[in-house]
């Protein structure tokens, strides 16, 4: 599934900013919130995109 695989790659890219401001003095807060916002949205479109293929399959089903 490409949509995941571009998901996963997001989701790398937003870790590795995290642990970048980690490794300075401190994070302000507002780059842990937008970091946090950032996956919180990424999480919301991983589960969007497979209900949304669950669904689909669940509506080819043949039931006769």
């Known amino acids: 599934m490409i949509e995941l695989d571009y998901l996963g790659l997001i989701l790398q890219r937003l870790a590795g900013a995290l642990r970048a401001l980690r490794d ?17 949205a990424l999480a919301i479109a991983i589960v969007a995109i497979i209900a949304a293929k669950v669904t689909s399959t669940a509506n080819n089903i043949p039931t006769k």
């Open 24 to 40: 300075e003095r401190g994070s302000p807060a507002i780059e842990t919130v937008l970091i946090t916002a950032g996956l919180a």
